[in-house]
């Protein structure tokens, strides 16, 4: 388990989650509104080297990325996804087999079409400024 106790930490904690799992492409982010997942991804994302401002916060479903070494990666935000299909219709097969950074929010949606190999991260808020992180890696290769 990793303590985040201020917005300050995010860049160690960021850090801390990429040595642990900078190999796996798919991430899901587990947490109820207002845990803490955008924040995080973002301050991930600053971490690999994101060049975009990640400030659309209304972004649809996708949005993609570039890193300072030319990479593309993922955000996903499925919370206003209705089901299955509308997801594939998206690409979301082509996106999690891509092996660029898959970074999802509200996994559970679609939970039957994550690759079995993914990293499970779940925030869990404590207090206004206090959550906890655990990570745990799905369907190792
Ligand atoms: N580690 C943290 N410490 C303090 N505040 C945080 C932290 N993470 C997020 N917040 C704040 O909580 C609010 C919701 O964060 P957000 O990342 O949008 O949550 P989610 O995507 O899980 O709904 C934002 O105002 C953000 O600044
Ligand atoms: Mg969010």
């Given amino acids: 388990m990793i303590q985040l106790n201020s917005l300050a930490e995010l860049v160690p904690v960021s850090n801390q989650l990429l040595a642990l799992a900078s190999d796996v492409p798919v991430w899901c982010f587990y947490g109820e509104m207002g845990a803490g997942k955008t924040t995080l991804i973002k301050a991930i994302c600053d971490q690999l080297g994101v060049i975009d401002s990640m400030s659309s916060p209304s972004?649809?479903?996708v949005n993609e990325y570039e890193t300072k070494s030319r990479e593309t990666l993922y955000h996903f935000d499925f919370f206003r996804?209705?089901?299955n299909q509308e997801a594939l219709?998206?690409?979301v097969d082509d996106y999690f087999h891509s092996d660029n950074y898959c970074f999802i929010e509200w996994p559970d949606k679609i939970q039957s079409l994550l690759p079995d190999h993914h990293v499970e991260i779940s925030i869990k808020l404590v207090d206004d400024n206090k959550r906890e992180i655990?990570?745990?890696?799905?369907?190792?290769k």
């Fill in 59 to 61: 972004f649809s479903v």
């Fill in 89 to 91: 219709d998206i690409g």
């Fill in 81 to 83: 996804i209705k089901s």
């Fill in 134 to 140: 655990n990570l745990m890696e799905h369907g190792k």
